[in-house]
Structures are given as C-alpha cells and as structure tokens.
C-alpha cells in the first residue's frame, strides 16, 4: 500500500508540474552577411548581438523572460534577405537587429512591416530605408545624405583642385552614398572628372585603376565596400600611382588592411563617433576584448540596438511592436552609443559623421 499510495502521490505531482505553464522565451534575432565576402561585417553583427543577450539574460532578460537569439544569413543578397525575413516571422521573432546591406534591409523591411516585427538596422545608410519604411522601422547609424554632405565638402574643402573620380558598386548602398556625395560636391561648384561604376566581387581592377591614372585623377571617392576598395589602392600602389582614396563607414573592418598592407595607409573614411571610446561603453569594450575580440566597426551599433529595443520594450512594458514605437519615439535611452533616441522617421539622433584615417594596420580620428 505505501508504494502505491507513493506512486500515486508523484503522479499527481508530476501532473500539477505539466499543468504549469513554462515561462516562453522572447524570440529576437539579427540578419547580415554571416557568409561571403562582407562576412566580416557580419560576424561584427553577430558577436554585438550575442553579447548584448547574454548581459540581458545574466540580469533577468526582459520583462522577466529570457530573450533567445536567432541568426540569420543574407549573404547582403536581396532575395535571400526577403527568405530570412519569412524565416524569422514564421519562427515567431519579436524584433530584428539587421540587416547591415541597405540592399538587404529595404526588401525585408517590407517583410517585418507586413508581418509587424520591428526592425532597427545597426549598419544600413540608404535613406529610403526610414524614408520610405514603416513606423516599425528604425536604424541606430546615420545615413548617406549626412554622410554625403560630409564627404563632399571635405573634398571640396580638402582636394578642389584636383581631379576627382566619384565610383560606384550599383548596390543600394554604394550608388546611394556616392550619388550624394556627387550631389554636395556639385553643390559647392565642383564637378567630378569621372564618375565609373564597377562590379563588386571582381579580383581584378587594375583597367579602372589605369583608366583614372590616364586620366590624371589626383582622388578618388569609392562608394563600396572593403573588398573593392582594398583591391583597387593595392593594384595602384602597383603600378606606382600615388592617388588618394577617401571612402565611407564600409571600410571599418580591419579586413581592409589585410587587403591592402601598406598601400592602405593614408586612406581617408567617413564613420560616426567610434562608441569604443565612450566611457559608458568601457565596461562592454573590456569583455570583448578579455574574450580576444575587438568590438570594431557595427559590433557595438548592434549591441545598441538590442540595447534601445530592451529598453524601450520595458518602458512600454510589451513586446507588441505598436506600444514598442511608441516607447521608441518617445524616449531617450543609456545605450552603448551613448544617450540616444529616435525622430519621426526612425532616424537615430546622435552625433553625424566623422573623419578617420587608416595608420599602420589601424584607424583613428584625423586629428
């Protein structure tokens, strides 16, 4: 009798265990280019995000639930972007730290609009992102009309008497943050010797190389990315031409030198403020590096993202992605980036752009 009754005492007890509901995991993710050839920047996204979960979890997560993070790989192509969006909505995720191509945030953006998960982009600058988004789209980096404002009149104020070539990828964000530093260049009175598209992905640059060495370009501005950029200062270096390149925030990856060498010194970029020198940000920076990572580039944006949304979500006290923009739009909060907040389109507001310079295998302010 003693060992029947016992038997019955634990069923009615694992019973009463199953009958309790488990606390659900708040499902949340980021999407960039975990593979190809701007993986580095992908592996930045990733290494902010996991990050920022793990300091969120280790303090309770979020409005008393745990979050669990979902990566997702777009290889920066349009169609494999729209395929991760569907990936995330049908897995149940609540908010989006990505993507890092403009090419790829756009056609997904209308994913997460149509389905209602928010998205806060760490790393795209095409305005048309927020311009043309919906109220559940944001993004913690600038965008390519600051930074084309910016570019074009250092390079007016700076190179006006040389001859300048303005080159492009054709991707949304190349094309974007070229054409409008065009656009400020043409505003201050000054036209451009040359303006060249190319194909991103190419080994082999040294034509485009000569075609501006012949025809006197003193600077050229790439809107693109490292790979291309790095090609084409090592393949000018080679053939003894002594242009100067200036370029965008797709360069913030020590990739760039591992590309270039020594033909990269003296590049010239655009960037916001580096978050790794805010004090608010040192704690962060130092578990990074006491892991044997260094935060460079989007790894900090992202971890602000993820920061922001956190924030905003326990101000509004939900995840619904109604009350969640709402919160946004109407705080500021502590992040990684400093004390930030959101305007109307979902733009963040905190300072522009900078310029930084590559030295011996590393960037830093021009001072």
């Known amino acids: 009798m003693r060992n029947l009754k016992t038997t019955f005492v634990a069923a009615a007890v694992l019973a009463a265990v199953s009958l309790t509901p488990a606390l659900a995991e708040i499902k949340i993710s980021t999407a960039g280019p975990m593979t190809g050839q701007y993986a580095s920047f992908g592996e930045q996204m990733k290494r902010g995000a996991e990050m920022a979960v793990a300091d969120l979890n280790a303090k309770g997560g979020v409005l008393g639930q745990k979050l669990?993070?979902?990566?997702?790989?777009?290889?920066?192509?349009?169609?494999?972007a729209v395929a991760v969006a569907n990936k995330f909505v049908s897995d149940g995720v609540v908010f989006v730290a990505g993507h890092?191509?403009?090419?790829?945030?756009?056609p997904a953006?209308?994913?997460?609009?149509?389905?209602?998960?928010?998205?806060?982009?760490?790393?795209?600058t095409n305005p048309k992102l927020t311009d043309e988004g919906g109220d559940n789209v944001f993004r913690?980096?600038?965008?390519?009309d600051q930074q084309g404002i910016v570019a074009g009149n250092f390079l007016a104020d700076k190179f006006g008497s040389k001859k300048i070539a303005v080159l492009h990828d054709k991707t949304a964000y190349g094309k974007g943050l070229a054409d409008e530093t065009k656009k400020q260049l043409n505003k201050r009175g000054i036209k451009e010797a040359m303006y060249?598209?190319?194909?991103?992905g190419e080994k082999d640059y040294s034509a485009l190389v000569s075609k501006m060495k012949s025809a006197g370009?003193?600077?050229?501005?790439?809107?693109?990315?490292?790979?291309e950029a790095g090609l084409m200062i090592r393949q000018a270096r080679e053939q003894a031409y002594g242009v100067q390149l200036v370029s965008g925030?797709?360069?913030v990856t020590d990739e760039y030198w591992k590309i270039t060498g020594k033909s990269g010194e003296g590049t010239l970029m655009t960037f916001s403020p580096d978050p790794r020198k805010n004090a608010v940000a040192k704690p962060v920076v130092d578990k990074f590096r006491k892991g044997g990572y260094e935060p460079e580039g989007y790894t900090l944006y992202t971890y602000g993202a993820i920061q922001a949304w956190a924030q905003a979500v326990a101000k509004a006290g939900s995840t619904d992605t109604n009350k969640v923009v709402?919160?946004?739009r109407s705080n500021k909060f502590e992040t990684v980036l400093g004390n930030i907040g959101f305007d109307k389109t979902g733009d963040v507001t905190a300072p522009g752009y900078v310029w930084y310079e590559w030295k011996g295998g590393t960037y830093d302010y021009i001072k």
Not at 196 to 200: C, L, W
Not at 217 to 227: D, K, M, N, P, S
């Open 140 to 144: 913690t980096c600038g965008r390519d």
């Open 326 to 328: 709402a919160s946004l």
């Open 100 to 106: 890092f191509c403009s090419g790829s945030s756009i």
């Open 217 to 227: 370009i003193g600077v050229f501005y790439l809107g693109g990315y490292h790979t």
């Open 109 to 124: 953006s209308k994913v997460y609009t149509e389905e209602g998960i928010l998205q806060i982009s760490p790393a795209s």
């Open 196 to 200: 060249e598209a190319y194909t991103a």
């Open 68 to 80: 669990s993070l979902q990566i997702g790989d777009d290889a920066c192509d349009p169609k494999q």
């Open 249 to 251: 925030d797709a360069l």
